[in-house]
């Protein structure tokens, strides 16, 4: 294949070096540094092995074989951050880190070769590709502790921190790391433009705000500062100025210069690992052969600027660093570029020959794993009779007079920390104040500050935590305060959460049980951001659990089966809390309790256990079936009585999860009266109903369907709301419609 620019002026300068006075391998590779010679014959290995990669990945792309040319040339000093941590420190990568993957696999005895072909075979969707299987190209390898990252901007930093959090608090809970060592640290990387990116602010507020406080943070940020995001430059001296905040140690290196970096690495890691407390590592590079294979940086860089990189080039300072130890001459470093040239071209040649994913269930395949005998199993897990009698202080609430649905929470999750030691429930005013319902009320003097905690005011943070949490083996329950503040910070669920099954084939999961507060019909206190019902930017997200219970009985199963669910297969289940049902005692009238359930004991939990996707039915009628979930399932049960003492024969049919949707009851219960009216809280537009048509318009069913939901608009305060809000009257008058 042709030569590039890179390529050319490489060979040439090496060339041209000039060798000095013979050096002890073993000793420092020039005065005043600790890489040795040998270390930096080794790294150097290692990041020619990174250039090469580009360079076949450009190769692969022509050939139609590649499909991915995002490349890490200019950055191959991160070689020296890996050589500086052990392979067991957890790592969350970004795009351009092909020299610290490729050391880190070194590091941990796998031949060079290995490393090559893994990242070989993420470039060519190769289906045997060792972490995401040909679903996308990512530095990820479950025995390497590098967590696989996609190209989501700064989106790891949250999850990086967590991760982080994690290794101090399995310590301080008494249950085992994922990362082993009890002085494990983390550390991401990422580039000079993406620390202005919202989630990497939160990620550095995060760790800066724990430390203020005295809390242990071992985390280690490295952005990798080539002075350019695509074709919009990093002003000079915004990276140094922006790092540093409170409690965050600051450190910078010449990333461009091995020892350089390698001293400001090992100074770094040091910190971190004696300290426990954050350190950034700002290592200034140069980004060689534009952004991606696409890229005419010709159309915004000067030719100035582009040969003032060149003579920054990592590759050739390292080789220039052996040249004048005397450790190598430039004959044999040229020998060993076009030895390991033609090696790194026939593995990727051989690379296209391997399989790819060829069929919709294969890719799709570790999106959402499920094992529903497991999770039947392993919900009704719960404490030893004596644990739960101090856990409840020998009020057990199964011997507790009939619960709201608050209390029905609150005492499942009682139940849950006792058994689970490694379970957190944590969020914005959830501890001391025990939530802003009073749901969570009681829990942390319970079971401590370690197991029950506040954090700060930002859910980028709490969703960050749980995601770190997560992948490190603990059980996380994080509460988002109301359903409109979701959205704050969606792409930590959507982008992170959700896909990390799918990027590492099941190989790194992130088991959580998010708790929101949500839906509308609260009163006496209002206004859309407290009484948000859109749920549809959830509900396309791919394996993503929706829970939405709406009596206390319901809300203790499911929730007990979203943390077995959590626990076994790592879901990321959302458990939506109707807020108006939180403290409601009655169905029809004043004072019948309609709406309290009792507390079933454990010894009852199996023959109870609601499996994911599975219904609730209320009635027998045959005349119609009212589908509803949350709020609705009070209302249409109050509808569906007064229709029923007019002779109708109404069902309402409770969906209780909304994904997946439990089809097979909603077609057993349509084909059952072959009327189908849909009472739908959500909008009009985007709404659960419309999933609900569609679904059974799927399924063949010939009967009549019809809905009536909330309007297409924001929730207003008092009792303006009534009129956008979804009514009893309305679906009475539904009812009446469709049955004619």
Not at 197 to 205: C, E, I, T
Not at 291 to 319: K, N
Request: glycine share 10%; hydrophobic share 40%; aromatic share 6%.
């Amino acid at each position: 294949m042709a030569r590039d620019t890179v390529e050319t002026h490489f060979t040439e300068a090496v060339a041209t070096l000039k060798a000095g006075l013979p050096r002890d391998p073993a000793g420092p590779v020039r005065e005043g540094t600790t890489l040795t010679g040998e270390q930096c014959r080794a790294l150097f290995r290692r990041q020619l092995d990174s250039r090469l990669l580009d360079i076949a990945a450009r190769w692969l792309r022509e050939q139609d074989e590649g499909f991915y040319t995002i490349g890490s040339a200019g950055h191959e000093g991160n070689a020296a951050v890996a050589a500086a941590l052990r392979p067991t420190d957890p790592a969350l990568l970004h795009y351009r880190s092909g020299a610290f993957y490729l050391t880190r696999s070194e590091q941990k005895g796998r031949l060079p070769e290995q490393g090559l072909r893994d990242v070989l075979m993420g470039l060519t969707a190769a289906a045997d590709e060792p972490i995401a299987g040909g679903r996308h190209k990512v530095f990820g390898h479950p025995e390497l502790a590098v967590i696989p990252q996609t190209s989501t901007i700064a989106s790891h930093l949250p999850r990086a921190v967590g991760v982080a959090f994690a290794i101090e608090r399995a310590r301080a809970l008494g249950v085992p790391s994922k990362w082993g060592a009890d002085d494990a640290i983390a550390v991401c990387s990422f580039g000079d433009a993406s620390i202005n990116h919202a989630s990497a602010l939160s990620g550095f507020n995060t760790a800066s705000y724990a430390t203020y406080q005295g809390q242990a943070l071992p985390i280690l940020f490295v952005c990798e500062d080539n002075g350019l995001g695509i074709s919009v430059r990093t002003p000079k001296g915004w990276v140094a100025a922006a790092a540093r905040r409170p409690g965050i140690e600051y450190f910078a290196a010449d990333g461009c210069d091995l020892a350089d970096a390698h001293d400001a690495a090992v100074r770094a890691v040091e910190h971190v690992r004696a300290r426990r407390a954050p350190a950034f590592l700002h290592l200034s590079t140069v980004r060689l052969m534009g952004h991606a294979g696409s890229d005419v940086e010709v159309a915004y860089r000067t030719q100035r600027d582009i040969r003032a990189d060149l003579a920054r080039d990592p590759l050739l300072r390292t080789a220039a660093l052996l040249v004048e130890a005397g450790l190598e001459t430039p004959q044999e470093l040229l020998k060993q570029y076009e030895s390991a040239r033609e090696h790194v071209l026939r593995i990727a040649l051989e690379t296209t020959r391997s399989p790819r994913l060829g069929t919709a269930k294969e890719i799709m395949e570790p999106i959402a794993p499920r094992r529903p005998d497991l999770i039947t199993r392993l919900s009704p897990t719960a404490a030893p009779a004596a644990v739960r009698e101090k856990a409840f202080a020998g009020a057990l609430p199964e011997h507790d007079k009939p619960l709201t649905l608050s209390l029905a929470i609150n005492r499942t999750l009682a139940d849950a920390l006792a058994v689970h030691p490694e379970m957190m429930v944590f969020g914005e005013d959830v501890a001391r104040k025990g939530g802003v319902y009073g749901v969570t009320r009681g829990l942390q003097k319970r079971f401590g500050a370690g197991q029950v905690f506040d954090t700060l005011l930002d859910e980028q943070t709490v969703l960050g935590l749980a995601l770190g949490s997560g992948v490190s083996g603990l059980l996380p329950v994080p509460e988002i305060q109301y359903l409109a503040y979701l959205h704050n910070a969606l792409d930590q669920i959507r982008g992170e959460g959700a896909t990390l099954s799918f990027f590492s084939r099941g190989a790194y999961r992130n088991p959580m049980v998010v708790r929101v507060a949500g839906y509308a019909y609260q009163k006496g206190f209002g206004g859309h951001f407290h009484n948000d019902n859109s749920v549809a930017a959830l509900r396309d997200i791919p394996g993503l659990v929706i829970a939405s219970p709406a009596r206390p009985d319901d809300a203790a199963a499911m929730l007990r089966t979203c943390l077995a669910a959590a626990r076994t297969c790592g879901s990321v289940c959302v458990f939506l809390e109707p807020i108006a049902l939180y403290h409601t005692r009655d169905l029809f009238e004043e004072g019948d309790g309609g709406w309290l359930a009792p507390y079933v004991p454990p010894s009852r939990w199996a023959e109870t256990h609601v499996p994911i996707g599975r219904a609730r039915s209320y009635g027998d009628g045959r005349d119609l079936t009212i589908v509803t979930f949350g709020n609705g399932v009070r209302m249409s049960l109050r509808a569906a009585v007064r229709l029923t003492q007019e002779g109708y024969g109404c069902r309402v049919l409770d969906l209780r999860w909304l994904a997946p949707l439990p089809l097979d009851d909603l077609l057993r219960a349509a084909e059952l009266t072959g009327k189908v009216l849909i009472a739908d809280e959500t909008r009009h537009t985007g709404g659960v109903s419309e999933g609900i048509v569609a679904e059974l318009t799927d399924a063949g069913f010939g009967g009549q369907v019809a809905r009536v939901t909330s309007a297409d608009s924001f929730i207003p305060l008092g009792a303006a709301a009534d009129h956008v809000l979804l009514s009893e009257a309305e679906i009475e008058q539904a009812a009446r419609k469709l049955l004619g």
